[in-house]
């Protein structure tokens, strides 16, 4: 029960490579253009943008054949240091709402929000915040998938692409899989397809009145698993590096504020709160935790984000106080609809401070 209950989002930039180059070069934004090496030295096509597509380019095809299919394609050398660094800047627009992240690639990442408190709790909004911190703040579109496990997640975020989100609550999960082709499903190739459609399998429905043990006979170990995502089962957690960087807790206003005593108030609430947080995380690691930088952050009534962080070992009301009169001299008039604390963890192991002056437990 408790698996089925998890909130999974699966991002995937779109064109990715492609995307990137347009953004840094206009000139390239309305005409068909591929990523890749040159035909003349049997180079592939990385990637390629939609209007490429549209001629039937695809990724992995060789340059000379797409050529072929459009000839006025054009075709940039890549620029992976580029692409890493933009990778780099959407992780950590990642990490501001989870430390549950599994990277797949440069440009795609599961992230498990289950426990997440950032945007009410709605693994909805994280996802379409992601998404447009990504577009404003880097100028590229991400697609995105929720659902209650990881291949829903990913086969979801490839529904409405590009610039698209679906969202499949546990409601729909059982439907949305029933009908879904199986070679939608993730380690589904063209071989392993090829071998489903001669036993005639070619939906997840199919699979689900078919007797097990032939799929299993047929198909080995990953008929299990074929059998287990045809009914929309995929309890595969996250694979992610444990060490956890940071613990926030934030307050999404019903009305705008704009006093700094207005925001102040806040602060003994959310510090309860973030205490509560740091504690659970104590106890899950076994040890208490050791901090490295205190932080606040504000968003205003226009959507812009600001963050105020300072190395603090010491966890101090008081120094929120500070970083808070810091941060809402930048309001500059505006209303405030957010207010958030949290702390940067040090990676090592030796204990310290807690609790906290402020204690209100009664979240
Ligand atoms: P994808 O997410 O598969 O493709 P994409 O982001 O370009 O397009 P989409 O909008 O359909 O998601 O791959 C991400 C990046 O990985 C892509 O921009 C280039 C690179 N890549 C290759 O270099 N070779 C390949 O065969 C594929 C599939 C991708
Ligand atoms: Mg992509």
């Not at 029960?1 to 347009?22: G, L, P, Q």
């Not at 709790?121 to 911190?133: D, V």
């Not at 880097?138 to 698209?164: Q, R």
């Not at 207010?339 to 401070?353: E, F, K, M, R, Y």
Request: hydrophobic share 35%.
């Amino acid at each position: 029960m408790r698996v089925s209950m998890r909130k999974i989002i699966h991002v995937d930039m779109d064109c990715f490579y492609a995307a990137v180059e347009m953004r840094d070069n206009p000139a390239l934004q309305n005409i068909p253009i591929a990523i890749g090496g040159s035909s003349d030295r049997r180079g592939v096509i990385s990637t390629c943008n939609y209007p490429a597509r549209k001629f039937g380019v695809r990724s992995a095809m060789a340059t000379a054949y797409a050529l072929k299919l459009c000839p006025d394609l054009t075709v940039v050398k890549g620029r992976m240091d580029v692409y890493a660094n933009e990778s780099q800047k959407i992780r950590k627009i990642f990490a501001d709402y989870t430390d549950l992240i599994e990277p797949l690639s440069l440009d795609e990442a599961y992230l498990d929000v289950t426990d997440s408190q950032f945007c009410g709790g709605s693994a909805t909004l994280i996802a379409e915040e992601i998404r447009t911190r990504i577009q404003q703040e880097l100028g590229l579109t991400a697609s995105a998938g929720v659902a209650p496990c990881k291949f829903v997640a990913k086969v979801a975020s490839d529904e409405n692409k590009p610039d698209g989100i679906c969202v499949i609550t546990p409601a729909e999960l059982d439907d949305f899989v029933r009908r879904m082709p199986l070679t939608k499903i993730p380690g589904v190739g063209k071989v392993t397809m090829q071998k489903l459609q001669r036993l005639g399998l070619n939906t997840c429905d199919d699979v689900r009145s078919y007797p097990f043990e032939r799929i299993q006979k047929e198909l080995g170990k990953f008929g299990s698993v074929l059998w287990e995502r045809a009914h929309g089962i995929d309890e595969r957690e996250l694979s992610v590096s444990r060490e956890r960087k940071s613990i926030g807790v934030e307050r999404t206003l019903s009305d705008d504020i704009h006093t700094l005593d207005e925001v102040k108030d806040f602060l003994p609430h959310l510090l309860a709160k973030l205490n509560e947080r740091i504690d659970n995380h104590s106890k899950r690691i076994g040890k208490q935790v050791r901090v490295r930088t205190q932080g606040v952050k504000l968003k205003f009534n226009d959507f812009q984000l600001t963050t105020v962080e300072h190395r603090h070992s010491k966890l101090e009301a008081g120094y929120f106080e500070t970083l808070m009169e810091e941060a809402f001299e930048r309001a500059k008039g505006r209303g405030i609809r957010l207010v958030g604390l949290h702390i940067g963890l040090a990676s090592n192991h030796t204990s310290l401070q807690l609790p906290l002056p402020f204690e209100d437990n009664n979240d």
